[in-house]
C-alpha cells in the first residue's frame, strides 16, 4: 500500500444515475492510497445515492485505517451536507458561501 496521497475529482452529477459508477471508482482509489482525497469542486448535483458513496468511503476508509478527505465542496455538495446536519460525520472543514 502506497503512503502517497492520492487526489480524484468529481464532476457533474452525483445521483443516482452515476452511483454504481462512482462507487467502484472511489472504492478502487481508495484501496490503491492510505490517503484518498476527492476534489468535489465540479459536482453540480448530489442526490441521495450520490451521498451514501461519500458515506461509504468515509466508513471504508475509517474501517480499513485509511484516511478520505473531501475538498472544495462545490455549492451543491455544501447545500445537502448542511441540510442533513452531516458536516461532523465527514470532518473535513467546509467552506460556507455566502
Known amino acids: 500500500?502506497?503512503?502517497?496521497?492520492?487526489?480524484?475529482?468529481?464532476?457533474g452529477e452525483m445521483?443516482?444515475?452515476?452511483?454504481?459508477d462512482l462507487k467502484v471508482t472511489v472504492l478502487d482509489a481508495l484501496r490503491k492510497?492510505?490517503?484518498?482525497?476527492?476534489?468535489l469542486s465540479g459536482v453540480t448535483e448530489l442526490d441521495t445515492a450520490g451521498l451514501q458513496v461519500l458515506m461509504l468511503a468515509k466508513q471504508t476508509a475509517a474501517a480499513d485505517q485509511r484516511e478520505l478527505r473531501?475538498?472544495?465542496?462545490?455549492?451543491?455538495?455544501?447545500?445537502?451536507?448542511e441540510m442533513l446536519d452531516l458536516v461532523a460525520f465527514f470532518g473535513d472543514a467546509v467552506l460556507i458561501h455566502a
Open 33 to 39: 492510497t492510505r490517503v484518498l482525497e476527492i476534489d
Open 15 to 20: 445521483t443516482i444515475y452515476r452511483a454504481a
Open 1 to 11: 500500500m502506497s503512503e502517497d496521497v492520492t487526489r480524484i475529482s468529481i464532476a
Open 70 to 81: 473531501l475538498l472544495q465542496h462545490s455549492p451543491a455538495v455544501v447545500e445537502i451536507i
